[in-house]
């Protein structure tokens, strides 16, 4: 048997950072695998109405990315599409493995751009009914609900902005918020508020969910006094749509990096973290604003920081 082939680069994640990434790194001639665990361009696929990514207007998350992955692989970017499981570093070597169920990749320098997934809220019957009455996407799932009845948990742009999608459908939707004012900015909490059909329940939580196939049933507490109240539905006539939050893609590194109390990976401005060769991008890392093209600037960022790491020539 040979020697392994030892990369110049991992990047683990295949969305706007990571496709970010490899465009840039491939213009750099540096030997780079991206793995991709479920679909390339990750949670973004799922965004129905893209209006914020400068020179793209009114186009959807799909199109978008599928642009962005042709274009890396027509620059000769590898995309495999494998789960990364873990990465650990040879202190001797400095050499990184990258583990996946298939296989394991040697590498000189990884860049961690796996985004982050939904936070569960926690009610009773969250995970029993998840797919049957219990969603965390509004673009995949609001069709079942055309003429029915939403309730969405949140306060943030996310759910304000979800709960907006929904009226195309629901011709109900609640929004069901556990502090007193909204975390949405200015311009989408108003869009909210105008809304008619969109009804705000502040200082409320959902604490059970319940029903047979389909929900039949829904619970809710007052935040003030703790009194809760149980509402009955058709089997079916109902669903709740979950914004808390998203849980950052950042347990596969082990002791290898710095996170916050979130679980966000911390970086310097040039994307590396406290491991040398170890680099994060996008959602999973620590930053202000969680966007589309944040996550696109944030990978070229990265693999421009690679390259003169490996101590090759960087374009101005």
């Known amino acids: 048997m040979g020697e392994q082939k030892v990369y110049d680069l991992v990047i683990v994640?295949?969305?706007?950072?990571?496709?970010?990434?490899?465009?840039?790194?491939?213009?750099a001639l540096l030997d780079t695998v991206t793995l991709e665990q479920e679909a390339v361009g990750g949670q973004v696929i799922l965004t129905s109405e893209v209006d914020n990514y400068p020179g793209v207007p009114h186009t959807d998350g799909f199109t978008l990315v599928d642009a962005m992955q042709s274009q890396a692989v027509d620059?000769?970017?590898?995309?495999?599409?494998?789960?990364?499981?873990?990465?650990?570093?040879?202190?001797?070597?400095?050499?990184?493995?990258?583990?996946?169920?298939?296989?394991?990749y040697v590498t000189k320098t990884v860049i961690v751009a796996g985004g982050a997934?939904?936070?569960?809220?926690?009610?009773e019957g969250e995970e029993r009914?998840?797919?049957?009455?219990?969603?965390?996407?509004?673009?995949?799932?609001?069709?079942?609900?055309?003429?029915?009845?939403?309730?969405?948990?949140?306060?943030g742009n996310s759910a304000c902005e979800e709960a907006l999608f929904l009226t195309r459908f629901a011709n109900k939707v609640t929004l069901v918020v556990r502090k007193d004012?909204?975390?949405?900015?200015?311009?989408?909490?108003?869009?909210?508020?105008?809304?008619?059909?969109?009804?705000?329940?502040?200082?409320?939580?959902?604490?059970?969910?319940d029903g047979d196939q389909l929900l039949t049933s829904i619970t809710f507490r007052n935040?003030?006094?703790?009194?809760?109240?149980?509402?009955?539905?058709?089997?079916?006539?109902?669903?709740?749509?979950?914004?808390?939050?998203?849980?950052?893609?950042?347990?596969?590194?082990g002791?290898?990096?710095?996170?916050d109390k979130q679980g966000y990976v911390i970086t310097k401005d040039d994307m590396s973290t406290e491991?040398?060769?170890?680099?994060?991008?996008?959602?999973?890392?620590?930053?202000?604003?969680?966007?589309?093209?944040?996550?696109?600037?944030?990978?070229?960022?990265?693999?421009?920081?690679?390259?003169?790491?490996?101590?090759?020539p960087v374009a101005g």
């Open 13 to 27: 994640g295949g969305g706007p950072a990571g496709l970010s990434a490899a465009i840039y790194a491939q213009r």
């Open 75 to 104: 620059l000769g970017a590898n995309i495999v599409m494998e789960n990364a499981e873990r990465i650990t570093r040879d202190e001797e070597t400095g050499l990184f493995e990258v583990s996946t169920p298939m296989a394991t």
């Open 117 to 123: 997934t939904p936070r569960k809220a926690g009610f």
């Open 129 to 155: 009914f998840g797919g049957r009455g219990v969603s965390y996407c509004a673009t995949c799932d609001g069709m079942f609900y055309r003429g029915k009845q939403v309730f969405v948990i949140g306060g």
């Open 181 to 209: 004012h909204l975390r949405a900015q200015a311009s989408v909490g108003r869009q909210v508020e105008e809304n008619e059909k969109i009804t705000v329940r502040y200082l409320t939580s959902i604490v059970k969910v």
């Open 223 to 253: 935040n003030v006094t703790g009194e809760e109240t149980t509402e009955t539905y058709d089997e079916g006539s109902f669903g709740v749509f979950v914004f808390v939050g998203r849980v950052p893609a950042s347990e596969l590194l």
């Open 255 to 259: 002791e290898l990096v710095e996170l």
């Open 275 to 312: 491991t040398p060769g170890l680099f994060a991008a996008g959602d999973v890392r620590q930053k202000p604003l969680r966007q589309i093209v944040t996550a696109a600037a944030d990978g070229a960022i990265a693999a421009t920081s690679v390259s003169a790491y490996l101590g090759h």
